[in-house]
């Protein structure tokens, strides 16, 4: 029974995401609706319906209100349910082609850093509003790199990205699940490198795109590096710890120029002598 119950899942998700569907198509068709006038056009019962509209509503595509003017029962005001701006970015649009056409007309006469300048306008208000919820979640802007990407990520859900933040070995990572203009930035990759130092400034620290979804990648994921560790000196060895190791002596010229800094200073038993210098 369990089993069966497993397989039907998937069918029942499916056929309350087709329902939910044509619950908003008739929302954007016909307006605002009570929950009976839903029920009666899509021949299901007012409970059915409700239970639709309840998940709508908890995703952000419905809004319910109190139709003024208007009385059911006991002189209670009927409820109306209408589409929000987020219900209604969920229908097909025509932006992404108007936006593609005047991003071409602006690389045509005058180049892709044109297309970088438009880029960066249109992100600066989303930068403002951003910077503003960082600012006053970090004490006046403190605060390290990884813990203002944890307030970034919720600013940017705001914003529609679908953001999240988490904290790795070297750093952070903060991933946009959704990016609106994915489309366009997939002919104008501009709008990637825009938004990435809008991120970096953010955050307040160089940061590396390591993903886009313009890209074809399922999510856009920037990495936040972490503080740098130091020694019990103080001292950084984040550097040091990158650099590669000493060059070895081509096979046949092992006696030639040996540097004298280049010796190990500690030997084998079978080794106890420097070679003179």
Same mark, same amino acid.
């Given at each position: 029974?369990?089993?069966?119950?497993?397989?039907?899942?998937?069918?029942? *998700?499916?056929d309350?995401? +087709?329902? /939910?569907? %044509?619950?908003?198509? #008739?929302?954007?068709?016909?307006? =605002?609706?009570?929950? !009976?006038?839903?029920?009666?056009?899509?021949?299901?019962?007012?409970?059915?319906?409700r239970?639709?509209?309840?998940?709508?509503?908890?995703?952000?595509?419905?809004?319910?209100?109190? *139709?003024?003017?208007?009385? +059911?029962? /006991?002189? %209670?005001?009927?409820? #109306?349910?209408?589409?929000?701006? =987020?219900?209604?970015? !969920?229908?097909?649009?025509?932006?992404?082609?108007?936006?593609?056409?005047?991003l071409?007309?602006?690389?045509?006469?005058?180049?892709?850093?044109?297309?970088?300048?438009?880029?960066?306008?249109?992100?600066?208000?989303?930068?403002?509003?951003?910077?503003?919820?960082?600012?006053?979640?970090?004490?006046?802007?403190?605060? !390290?790199?990884?813990?203002?990407?944890?307030?970034?990520?919720?600013?940017?859900?705001?914003?529609?990205?679908a953001?999240?933040?988490?904290?790795i070995?070297?750093?952070?990572?903060?991933?946009?699940?959704?990016?609106?203009?994915?489309?366009?930035?997939?002919?104008?990759?501009?709008?990637?490198?825009?938004?990435?130092?809008v991120?970096?400034?953010?955050?307040?620290?160089?940061?590396?795109?390591?993903?886009?979804?313009?890209?074809?990648?399922?999510?856009?994921?920037?990495?936040?590096?972490?503080?740098?560790p130091?020694?019990?000196g103080?001292?950084?060895?984040?550097?040091?710890?990158?650099?590669?190791?000493?060059?070895?002596?081509?096979?046949?010229?092992?006696?030639?120029?040996?540097?004298?800094?280049?010796?190990?200073?500690?030997?084998?038993?079978?080794n106890?002598?420097?070679?003179?210098?």
């Amino acid at each position: 029974m369990e089993s069966l119950a497993v397989h039907l899942r998937p069918s029942v *998700a499916a056929d309350d995401g +087709r329902t /939910r569907a %044509r619950v908003t198509a #008739l929302l954007l068709e016909h307006g =605002a609706q009570t929950a !009976a006038e839903l029920a009666t056009r899509l021949g299901v019962s007012p409970a059915a319906v409700r239970r639709h509209l309840d998940a709508l509503v908890a995703a952000g595509r419905v809004e319910e209100w109190h *139709a003024p003017g208007t009385r +059911r029962g /006991r002189g %209670r005001p009927a409820r #109306l349910f209408h589409l929000t701006d =987020a219900g209604r970015s !969920a229908f097909p649009h025509a932006y992404d082609d108007l936006a593609l056409t005047a991003l071409r007309h602006v690389a045509a006469h005058g180049g892709p850093e044109a297309v970088r300048e438009v880029a960066e306008q249109q992100l600066s208000g989303l930068e403002q509003r951003c910077s503003t919820a960082v600012e006053r979640a970090t004490s006046d802007g403190a605060g !390290a790199p990884v813990d203002r990407a944890q307030v970034l990520a919720a600013a940017l859900t705001a914003e529609g990205y679908a953001a999240s933040a988490s904290a790795i070995s070297s750093g952070g990572q903060l991933c946009q699940h959704h990016c609106p203009v994915a489309h366009v930035a997939a002919e104008f990759p501009q709008l990637c490198e825009a938004e990435t130092e809008v991120i970096g400034r953010l955050v307040g620290t160089h940061v590396q795109r390591l993903a886009t979804i313009a890209h074809g990648d399922g999510v856009c994921t920037t990495h936040i590096p972490g503080p740098v560790p130091a020694d019990a000196g103080g001292r950084d060895h984040t550097r040091t710890g990158n650099r590669s190791a000493p060059a070895r002596p081509v096979p046949g010229e092992q006696g030639a120029r040996t540097p004298r800094t280049a010796q190990s200073t500690s030997f084998t038993p079978t080794n106890r002598e420097r070679t003179p210098a």
